[in-house]
């Protein structure tokens, strides 16, 4: 017996304890190879997140693709347009000929042809991010006012409770177009309002500003940080009518003669055409708003400021009647109306390209 159990107690052993020290024991054979492996591992594996894939799929969202078209739309316009607009900020602001001919001359006189693209890196600069946020900002907040009013008809609009009277809030009365206009903007306005004030300086006193680099140090010099939103007021005032009319005009007429010609969208031609005649009835209501807003911007250049927009008005008026107010017009008018129907028509490609897929499936 005792040798009988002497060979037991070696045919077995304990295995006692869990991970933490607690538990009982445990008799196993010794035969039982619990770790066939003369060192034990322990194969740990994480699964990391798939980062590259999440990166594509926010890739191909709507709202990416808007806001590259209008990146994309914005930079080829302006490579093509920039000697209009170098033209038309010269006339605004009072500098050189008030002929568009004689002013394009006399840039080429003093400043050679790479002066009718004066300021165009910063121009480019600030055109990019600009039309990108704006066509985005544009799209998001229509289909958002879109949906808002849907929403509110299928339900009841929110009503405000008073005693006993009751106010009901709609949004019936609202233009989802008008308001997202506005709304672009706006955006697009505070966002990238200081590379508007470099691109004047460049372009209305390159002595003084040579380059972009000294026009960032002098101006920060001058007033720090809010030196780089002198005039941003005006320019919300100015932008706000411009950007709201601007957008409606173009919605409005492009859903009225699709509706009218029985077609889904328009050709590149009748975008070039809409587009064109969107910004141009845009320009004229709002371009007093502009010269008054030029005028604040560069005048603290000339040493003769106005206070605020209201005297720069009258300051234009008393110093040039009224026709003072639309001086630049027709400058303004040969850039705003190909800049808005070249930009539309590059847009609405790019959108076709980058939601391909989306608009298949």
Not at 12 to 19: A, H, T
Not at 245 to 260: D, G, L, N, P, R
Not at 277 to 293: D, K, N, W
């Amino acid at each position: 017996m005792t040798a009988e159990s002497e060979s037991q107690k070696k045919s077995y052993c304990l295995v006692g304890g869990d991970v933490y020290g607690y538990g009982g024991v445990i008799l196993v054979p010794k035969d039982l190879h619990l770790f066939p492996n003369k060192d034990p591992q322990i194969n740990l594996q994480f699964n990391l997140p798939d980062v590259g894939r999440a990166f594509n799929d926010f890739m191909r969202t709507r709202e990416v693709a808007e806001f590259l078209s209008g990146a994309l739309a914005g930079a080829m316009t302006k490579a093509v347009l920039a000697p209009l607009e170098t033209i038309r900020t010269r006339m605004v602001v009072g500098v050189g000929s008030r002929n568009i001919g004689a002013s394009f001359v006399q840039v080429i006189e003093q400043q050679g042809w790479q002066g009718l693209w004066a300021g165009n890196t910063i121009n480019m600069l600030r055109i990019i991010p600009t039309q990108a946020i704006e066509l985005g900002t544009f799209e998001c907040v229509k289909r958002a006012m879109t949906s808002a009013q849907e929403k509110w008809m299928d339900t009841a609009s929110p009503k405000l409770h008073i005693g006993n009277a009751s106010l009901s809030f709609s949004l019936s009365w609202l233009s989802p177009v008008a308001v997202a206009g506005a709304a672009a903007g706006v955006v697009s306005t505070l966002a990238c309002h200081p590379l508007e004030v470099l691109k004047d300086r460049l372009t209305v006193n390159p002595e003084v500003y040579p380059s972009l680099r000294i026009a960032v140090h002098k101006i920060y010099k001058e007033g720090g940080i809010l030196g780089l939103y002198a005039g941003l007021g005006p320019t919300l005032i100015g932008m706000l009518p411009y950007s709201t009319c601007y957008y409606f005009m173009y919605e409005t007429i492009k859903k009225s003669y699709c509706q009218a010609q029985k077609k889904e969208s328009l050709s590149r031609a009748e975008m070039l055409l809409v587009g064109a005649f969107s910004g141009l009835t845009a320009s004229t209501i709002s371009y007093p708003l502009e010269v008054a807003r030029k005028r604040l911007m560069v005048g603290a250049l000339q040493g003769k400021c106005p206070p605020h927009m209201v005297a720069a008005l009258s300051e234009v008026v008393r110093e040039e009647g009224l026709l003072g107010l639309y001086r630049g017009w027709g400058a303004s008018c040969l850039k705003v109306m190909p800049s808005s129907g070249i930009t539309w028509m590059f847009y609405e490609a790019w959108k076709d390209i980058l939601l391909a897929d989306r608009r298949h499936s």
